[in-house]
């Protein structure tokens, strides 16, 4: 049974810093692409950032140069480093293990992340 938990989420102020954590089991972690998406209140869920098994990264143009998401194949983790808040990061981030460079195959519960201005 796959199960990603993530933690970190909470509230912050406008420039601050917080670092969200999935722990992945269940899978391959090692070999598979892992992503953070999220979604605010009326919006639909939007890609923020995936790292491939290759540590290939991309980032949504909404967080490139703020964003940093890194993984640790030891500890079967993934990470989002998440500097200069802003009010629009605001939202509910998900972590998200691919299936192949196209589908979610599996996505964790989700934690909050509010950025007060």
């Known amino acids: 049974q796959v199960q990603l938990v993530e933690s970190g989420g909470g509230l912050v102020q406008t420039g601050g810093s917080l670092r969200l954590s999935c722990a992945a089991s269940?899978?391959?972690?090692?070999?598979?692409?892992m992503g953070w998406f999220r979604q605010a209140p009326g919006k639909e869920r939007e890609f923020v950032a995936r790292?491939?098994?290759?540590?290939?990264?991309v980032y949504s143009d909404s967080v490139k140069g703020r964003f940093i998401i890194s993984r640790d194949n030891a500890k079967n983790t993934v990470y989002l480093q998440m500097t200069s808040l802003r009010p629009e990061d605001t939202a509910v981030y998900y972590c998200a293990a691919y299936q192949n460079t196209l589908t979610i195959a599996y996505w964790g519960q989700g934690t909050q992340v509010t950025v007060s201005s």
């Open positions: 790292i491939w098994w290759n540590r290939v990264i």
């Open positions: 269940g899978l391959t972690f090692s070999t598979t692409g």
